[in-house]
């Protein structure tokens, strides 16, 4: 009977020290992240200031999530922030690797945007990836400066699809079924 107390004992002392342990180990890891303010970390928007959101997709793919840039939005600020890319680190880009826009045009309220041809050749493929790139180019443009439709061209070409799955021959509107408005 006096061997079970001492075993008891000695396990409730171990728990004990376990639990110390995983506490001080936790508040070391924690003080070793010193917070930094760089090119990929979100903007601090202050009390008063414009904003919008850009969307960018999430990294397992599922949606288009709001990334909020301070100023004001014009089609020309929205083009460089999706070529920039996203700050958060749960959000990927819109764009594949080295795509740069050429050109953009608005014709009454359709709106041309002419893309390097990256935008196919550095395309990782798959239809959600297509969709999503697709869509995080169209539904950040329509809604700004009377923009309805987003026709997407690559070298000044209309293409059928961009990597063979979604038809982007004609100009397209705004999809809202792939926003997601997430709490991170």
Known sequence: MKWERRLAVLVVILAFVLVVRGLWFAQEQQQEIAPTISRASP?????????YPIYFPTADAELLAPEFRSGQVTIEQVLMD???????????SVLPPETKVISYAKHGTILFVNFSDHLVSNHTGGSRAEILTVYGIVN????ID????????VENERLHTLVGHLYIEDPLPKDDSILGYQTF
């Not at 999706?82 to 990927?92: A, D, T, W």
């Not at 950040?140 to 809604?143: D, S």
């Not at 009377?146 to 061209?153: A, K, P, R, T, W």
């Open 43 to 51: 903007e601090i928007i202050e009390k008063g200031q414009p904003f």
């Open 82 to 92: 999706l070529q920039e890319g996203p700050r958060l680190p749960f959000l990927v």
């Open 140 to 143: 950040n443009l329509v809604g």
């Open 146 to 153: 009377g923009v309805e439709q987003v026709q997407i061209l």
